[in-house]
């Protein structure tokens, strides 16, 4: 079965250090890969893809995502975390030959940043 | 850019009673749109695929005569959560993809969300 893991329920990190949410999938083929980010009572805001190329991606609000094949994963980094970044991140990902779209998502990571 | 409203964003209702969401792509066209429901701190569940003119694909074990889904043009989609129920009680979220966008792009558009509390 396709599946999207973030192990971590939650991650809490102080202001100013580096933070990674992770996420590994088991789908077939070379997936496309996407981060979101969700606020309170908001949607989801997208944050970066990897489609194709360079493994390391670069996105939105300082961000970025590695894409490891052999490992399967692609965790979210950013060098510096902020309090403004506390939020609910999700993984997500499309297999290659996915019909439709749709969009398979991990189970979400609650992101605490401390001052 | 792509911005995709929902409405209301905020209803609450009566057990028995029907409450219709809308979901619009303000300023691109939308040949598919997703609706998810998500629990408090947990997942996107996705509910359908709605698709402009046809009649849209329900994943399974989502009740299709619950959960109607009209996709009447290009930039609006609407569930209606017929005979609501305080289980119902979610927060609604949809999604757009861009007309014309390569499939390899699938880059999903998502609205700000409902939550619909059922009484």
């Known amino acids: 079965a396709q599946s999207v893991a973030q192990p971590e329920d939650q991650v809490n990190v102080a202001e100013g250090n580096p933070l990674t949410v992770k996420c590994t999938y088991s789908?077939?083929?070379?997936?496309?890969l996407f981060w979101y980010v969700q606020y309170p009572n908001r949607g989801l805001q997208f944050l970066l893809k990897?489609?194709?190329?360079?493994?390391l991606v670069k996105g939105s609000y300082g961000f970025e995502a590695e894409f490891n094949k052999s490992q399967t994963s692609f965790h979210l980094k950013k060098p510096s975390a902020l309090v403004s970044d506390s939020a609910l991140y999700f993984c997500?990902?499309?297999?290659?030959?996915?019909?439709?779209?749709?969009?398979?998502f991990g189970q979400g990571t609650e992101l605490s940043v401390k001052p | 850019g792509a911005v995709v409203s929902q409405h209301p964003s905020r209803v609450i209702c009566k057990s028995g009673t029907s409450v219709k969401i809308e979901c619009r792509s303000l300023?691109?066209?939308?040949?598919?749109m997703f609706w998810y429901r998500q629990f408090p701190k947990k997942s996107l569940m996705l509910m359908a695929t709605?698709?402009?003119?046809?009649?849209?694909?329900?994943e399974q074990g989502v009740e299709k005569d619950k959960f109607l889904i009209n996709h009447a043009s290009l930039t609006l989609s609407t569930l209606t959560v017929t005979s609501a129920h305080p289980e119902d009680s979610s927060f609604y979220i949809c999604?757009?993809?861009?007309?014309?966008?390569?499939?390899?792009?699938?880059?999903?558009?998502f609205g700000p969300g409902t939550r619909l509390t059922v009484l």
């Open positions: 997500a990902v499309r297999p290659l030959y996915n019909q439709g779209g749709k969009l398979i």
């Open positions: 300023d691109f066209q939308a040949t598919t």
């Open positions: 709605s698709n402009e003119g046809s009649k849209a694909t329900y």
């Open positions: 999604s757009a993809r861009k007309l014309g966008q390569a499939s390899s792009y699938n880059e999903q558009f």
């Open positions: 789908v077939s083929g070379n997936p496309y």
């Open positions: 990897y489609i194709t190329g360079d493994n």
